[in-house]
């Protein structure tokens, strides 16, 4: 179907008076707006007409404006020349020809492929409202364009799993494992990781004592031995840093590919 280019009726009575709006939204220049007309809004801030799915359905129109050179309002044919409220609430739309909703969609969300016709299916335009009553060709959808999510049903983001994946801050889809991993030092230090620092011990030096080899390189050996300990718990945790650093930034992008899809 095409978007309306005449006014019709979209509600039951005839008074708005008690219908909730948003706006007023400015027109663009030499832009007409139908009574009883769905509207979306662009980029821009200014009304639509419905039925990509890159907009939401702001509301409905319920007076017919003009912004056109000689229409009789103030400022006509300007842009913004004209200003006008868009209304929530139940509103009686047409149904799609091809994906009509029917009393199973009920309470379902209702999407616009042009300014008058509401579908069933997400990929037929943009997101509306809420379906409350189908009647033959006639559907009744309930507006609250700033009070509904989106459908989540676009998310293509995957859910993470935290296993043993590759480290170094980078996203590849795999959430590494925070658990951390230590592992002993090798290198040139001649002393021993074993998880334990040890009690190195003294030499007392009063009285002019003094000791063998042995004795000063039992204790130099467990300096080394501590050393060794803490070089290999500083390694450790540089490698579980990049680890976490790597984690954050899967999480970051998922949210991002989640933010997209909700956009």
Not at 66 to 93: C, E, H, Q, R, W
Not at 117 to 124: K, V, Y
Not at 238 to 263: C, K, M, P, Q, Y
Request: hydrophobic residues 40%; contains cysteine.
């Amino acid at each position: 179907m095409a978007n309306l280019t005449t006014d019709r009726k979209a509600s039951p009575n005839l008074s708005y008076m008690n219908l909730p709006y948003f706006g007023p939204f400015g027109l663009a220049a030499n832009q007409v707006i139908y009574a009883g007309c769905m509207y979306a809004l662009g980029t821009d801030g200014r009304p639509v007409n419905p039925g990509s799915t890159a907009v939401v359905v702001a509301g409905v129109a319920t007076e017919h404006y003009s912004n056109t050179a000689g229409a009789p309002y103030y400022k006509s044919g300007a842009t913004d020349g004209v200003k006008i409220n868009l209304f929530s609430g139940v509103f009686m739309m047409d149904v799609h020809a091809t994906h009509p909703p029917t009393a199973a969609d009920l309470w379902g969300p209702a999407y616009a492929s042009d300014n008058h016709t509401i579908s069933r299916l997400a990929s037929d335009g943009s997101y509306a409202g809420t379906i409350v009553l189908v009647e033959g060709s006639t559907v009744y959808v309930y507006f609250a364009p700033f009070g509904n999510p989106r459908s989540l049903a676009g998310i293509t983001a995957a859910a993470l799993t935290e296993n043993g994946g590759a480290i170094g801050g980078t996203n590849n889809g795999d959430l590494p494992s925070l658990t951390p991993t230590y592992a002993a030092l090798t290198g040139a230090n001649s002393g021993t990781a074993n998880g334990a620092l040890e009690a190195e011990g003294t030499l007392a030096t009063a009285g002019g004592n003094t000791y063998s080899d042995a004795a000063v390189n039992a204790i130099i050996a467990k300096m080394e031995n501590n050393i060794a300990e803490l070089a290999a718990q500083i390694v450790a945790l540089a490698a579980d840093s990049a680890s976490n650093r790597a984690a954050i930034r899967e999480v970051a992008t998922t949210v991002n590919t989640v933010i997209g899809d909700l956009a």
